[in-house]
Nanobody, 123 residues
């Protein structure tokens, strides 16, 4: 089993930056796809970004492309989401998730989920 814990959320002004971390324990996830999803009040959970096992492939939602960067350090069992130029529309609970398959965009393809971390972007 892989257990995931997010950290790094908080309150930031529009235009600011935050870096989220997703730390895995219990089992190495170097061979896992890891994704970030977010859920705003009243909305469905949506895909934000994902990274392949090796880090060779990354995928981003159009809304965050060019502003967010996903990366991973398999030696530390940690995946990061660097969020720059934050907008109020980025306000949501952010979740990291992992799967040993080749799923990137579909949340139903992910087997393991963290508890989430709140990101609030003020005007």
């Amino acid at each position: 089993q892989v257990q995931l814990v997010e950290s790094g959320g908080g309150l930031v002004q529009a235009g600011g930056s935050l870096r989220l971390s997703c730390a895995a324990s219990g089992r190495t996830f170097s061979s896992y796809v890891v994704g970030w999803f977010r859920q705003a009040p009243g909305k469905e959970r949506e895909f934000v970004a994902a990274i392949s096992w090796s880090g060779a492939y990354t995928y981003y939602a159009e809304a965050v492309k060019g502003r967010f960067t996903i990366s991973r350090d398999n030696a530390k069992n940690t995946v990061y989401l660097q969020m720059n130029s934050l907008k109020p529309g980025d306000t949501a609970v952010y979740y990291c998730a992992a799967n040993p398959h080749s799923e990137y965009h579909n949340p139903h393809g992910y087997d393991y989920w963290g508890q989430g971390t709140q990101v609030t972007v003020s005007s």
